[in-house]
């Protein structure tokens, strides 16, 4: 079945997402801040990621959402764990990248966000969850010990 973005998901149908952690081989963790006209607009996210096209693995989708998003073109993603959303019909696929990149090279996506900041891991820890989004990430994180 193909799903076509905007359209509703059938029940019991399923997509795949992937999200990608960002950490520099120094520690700390990349923050992208999302576009104002999207939803959550404003609010940061702890990296990049998005719906894996037909085709795709999720680690090639990974690859190529962390490209798109964020300028960073990695050696190598480590798959660090699956959530199952129901509610939202998806199954997201979390990946560490580490990266040794010049952080101020960090691209954005048109559209997509605006702003970037790299920061430690006790700072990302102790966000708002007002203003970071989604949690799934940092809870994977902690359970992981990233």
């Given at each position: 079945m193909t799903l076509v973005r905007g359209?509703?998901?059938?029940?019991g149908v399923y997509h795949l997402?992937?999200?990608?952690?960002?950490?520099?081989?120094d520690g700390d963790y990349l923050l992208m801040q999302r576009d104002p006209r999207k939803h959550y607009g404003g609010m940061w996210e702890a990296s990049a990621g998005g719906a894996v096209q037909r085709g795709e693995t999720a680690m090639e989708g990974a690859f190529r959402?962390?490209?798109?998003?964020?300028?960073?073109?990695a050696e190598a993603l480590t798959e660090i764990?699956?959530?199952v959303s129901p509610e939202r019909h998806a199954v997201y696929v979390a990946f560490l990248c580490v990266t040794r990149c010049d952080?101020?090279?960090?691209?954005?996506?048109e559209g997509e966000t605006v702003d970037f900041r790299w920061?430690?891991?006790?700072?990302l820890?102790?966000?708002d969850s007002?203003?970071?989004?989604?949690?799934?990430?940092i809870d994977l994180m902690v359970e992981k010990g990233l």
């Open positions: 359209e509703p998901i059938p029940d997402v992937c999200d990608i952690l960002v950490r520099h081989a959402e962390l490209r798109v998003e964020t300028g960073i073109a764990g699956q959530v952080k101020s090279a960090i691209t954005l996506q920061i430690s891991r006790a700072a820890l102790g966000m007002d203003a970071l989004l989604p949690r799934r990430r």
